[in-house]
C-alpha cells in the first residue's frame, strides 16, 4: 500500500511553469473561462445523472438529458484545451478528452444505428490518436514531468476506444456475435464519460492523492456490474434491441 501510495503522489498533478508557449494571462478572460469549465462540469454531473435514473431509457426526458450531457461534455473539453494554454494542467486535459470522446463515441453508436461512420466520428477518433501521439512526445521530452505516467494512462484509455472505433469505421461488415451491440457499447462508454466528469470534479475539491481516482475506484465496478446485468439479458434474449436510427433507441429499462 505504501508502494501504491508513493507512486500515486508521483502521478497527482502539480502545478508548473509551462514549457509550452502560451498565451499572456489575462485574469478577467482568464476567470471567465474558468468559470464557463466549471459551470459545463457541473451540467454535466446533474445531466448525466437524470440520464442514468430517469425512465424508460430511450423516452423523451432520457435523451434530452443525454444531449445536454453531451454538449456540456463538449464545452469542457473545448475549455479544458484553452486553458491548457494559460495553465499546464495535462492531467485535467486528459480527463476531459477521455470524458468527451466517450460520451461522443457512446451518443454516436446509437445514432449510427449500423450506418457508416460519419466524418465527425472518423475526425474525433483521428483527434484522440493525435492528441496521445503528441502527449507521449511530450512525455518523452520530459514536458510532463512526473504527472507522465497518470495522463498517458488516462489517454490510453481513450486511444484503445478511439482505435477500436476506427476498427469499426473501416471494416463494417465485420460482425461482432454480441446481440444489441450498439446498445451495449451506448451504456458503457456514457458510463465511463460520467466516471470521468467525476474524477475531475473530485480532484479539483477533494484533497490528497486519492481524491482523483475514488470516483473510478468505485463508478468502475458499479459501470461492470450494470453492464454485465445487461450483458446477461440480452444474451438470453430477455432485453429488446434497439430499432430506431435515433440516439434514443436503446432498450434499456
Not at 91 to 108: N, W
Request: glycine share 10%.
Amino acid at each position: 500500500m505504501t508502494c501504491i501510495s508513493k507512486w500515486l503522489r508521483a502521478a497527482t498533478f502539480r502545478s508548473r511553469p509551462c514549457r509550452l508557449p502560451r498565451l499572456r494571462n489575462k485574469s478577467v478572460r482568464l476567470s471567465a473561462l474558468v468559470a464557463v469549465h466549471v459551470v459545463a462540469g457541473i451540467i454535466c454531473l446533474g445531466a448525466g445523472a437524470v440520464a442514468a435514473f430517469v425512465k424508460p431509457k430511450g423516452g423523451r426526458r432520457h435523451v434530452s438529458s443525454g444531449r445536454v450531457f453531451l454538449y456540456a461534455l463538449a464545452v469542457s473539453a473545448i475549455t479544458a484545451g484553452v486553458l491548457l494554454c494559460f495553465r499546464f494542467q495535462p492531467f485535467f486535459f486528459a480527463l476531459s478528452v477521455l470524458s468527451f470522446y466517450f460520451g461522443f463515441s457512446g451518443y454516436r453508436v446509437l445514432a449510427r444505428n449500423g450506418n457508416a461512420a460519419h466524418f465527425t466520428d472518423w475526425f474525433a477518433a483521428g483527434g484522440v490518436v493525435a492528441v496521445t501521439t503528441l502527449s507521449l512526445w511530450w512525455g518523452a521530452t520530459g514536458v510532463l514531468g512526473a504527472d507522465a505516467g497518470i495522463v498517458l494512462g488516462v489517454l490510453g484509455l481513450a486511444v484503445v476506444a478511439a482505435l477500436y472505433d476506427l476498427w469499426r469505421f473501416a471494416f463494417p461488415r465485420v460482425v461482432i456475435p454480441m446481440r444489441s451491440l450498439s446498445t451495449f457499447e451506448h451504456l458503457t462508454k456514457i458510463g465511463g464519460a460520467y466516471i470521468a466528469v467525476w474524477c475531475a470534479f473530485s480532484a479539483n475539491v477533494g484533497t490528497g492523492v486519492w481524491s482523483q481516482i475514488a470516483p473510478a475506484l468505485i463508478g468502475t465496478p458499479l459501470l461492470l456490474i450494470v453492464a454485465n446485468r445487461y450483458w446477461r439479458k440480452w444474451r438470453h434474449g430477455t432485453a429488446t434491441a434497439p430499432t430506431s436510427g435515433k440516439a434514443s433507441s436503446g432498450a434499456i429499462e
